[in-house]
């Protein structure tokens, strides 16, 4: 008799872990910070953007994975504000594997795009790229996939409350009136996922654990996974594990 293969023996945990996932409690909306692609290049010892691009190879894989369970929307922090402080080179060569990336996506027709931050910090030709891409999946009925480019958490707040003074400024109201009508859902119709439910689960690679201002105002009653793995070797059990730690968790939404 032949010893078993390890690929075998993963496709029977894999297996085991789906068993384990609770159907019923499947997130309808992720949020994924997708950490550790430079790391991952170090460990190697190759160029950062060795990562970076394989990181962004590794996307189209997990939406599959996501499409498998029945998630609705996914949403990918594909580029921060913090960023866009590296070094213009790194910066350069990122920027385009995700203008590369965001096209890759939308030329397979499998999902529809919606952008999630201020594409005005990138230069212009990227952003119409990443435009005129999202915009070719607007009549798509699939998957949803926000990408999350040039977005930082405190940035988005500050920019949803912007365009709500000025909205009501056009309607000729007062700053007293304004103070005195403000509420919550005021704020939440002028965030970038205005008419999304908030995400159930935000899962994290990289072992890094914190949120670095991911999603902060729609993230009061998210669940949240860290995965110890960088984001270029996150795998399906990786992901499996994440869903099987969500579907035992009871969501209590602040009850």
């Not at 390890?6 to 950490?35: M, W």
């Not at 594909?78 to 995700?98: F, V, Y």
């Not at 935000?202 to 960088?230: C, D, K, L, N, P």
Request: aromatic residues 8%.
């Amino acid at each position: 008799m032949g010893m078993w293969r390890p690929e075998f023996l993963y496709t029977i945990y894999e297996r085991n872990l789906a068993k384990q996932i609770d159907r019923s409690a499947v997130p309808r909306h992720i949020g994924i910070i997708l950490d550790g692609n430079r790391r991952w290049a170090k460990q190697l010892g190759i160029p950062p953007v060795s990562g970076h691009r394989k990181g962004a190879n590794h996307v189209v894989e997990v939406l599959g994975w996501c499409e498998d369970v029945g998630i609705e929307i996914v949403t990918l922090w594909l580029l921060s504000t913090d960023n866009l402080k590296r070094a213009q080179g790194e910066l350069d060569e990122l920027i385009d594997i995700i203008v590369s990336l965001v096209e890759t996506l939308a030329a397979s027709g499998r999902w529809q795009l919606r952008v999630m931050g201020d594409l005005a910090l990138l230069p212009s030709a990227a952003a119409e790229r990443i435009t005129q891409a999202v915009h070719a999946t607007d009549e798509l009925d699939r998957l949803i996939v926000n990408v999350a480019i040039g977005y930082g958490g405190r940035q988005e707040i500050t920019q949803a409350v912007r365009e709500y003074l000025h909205e009501k400024a056009d309607q000729g109201c007062t700053l007293a009136q304004v103070a005195d009508e403000v509420t919550i859902d005021s704020i939440t119709s002028h965030m970038y996922t205005k008419g999304q439910p908030d995400p159930d689960l935000i899962i994290r690679t990289s072992g890094e654990q914190r949120m670095s201002g991911f999603m902060i105002w729609q993230a009061v009653h998210t669940e949240f996974y860290f995965a110890e793995t960088y984001w270029p070797d996150f795998r399906r059990t990786d992901f499996l594990r994440a869903l099987r730690s969500y579907s035992q968790r009871e969501r209590r939404h602040g009850k």
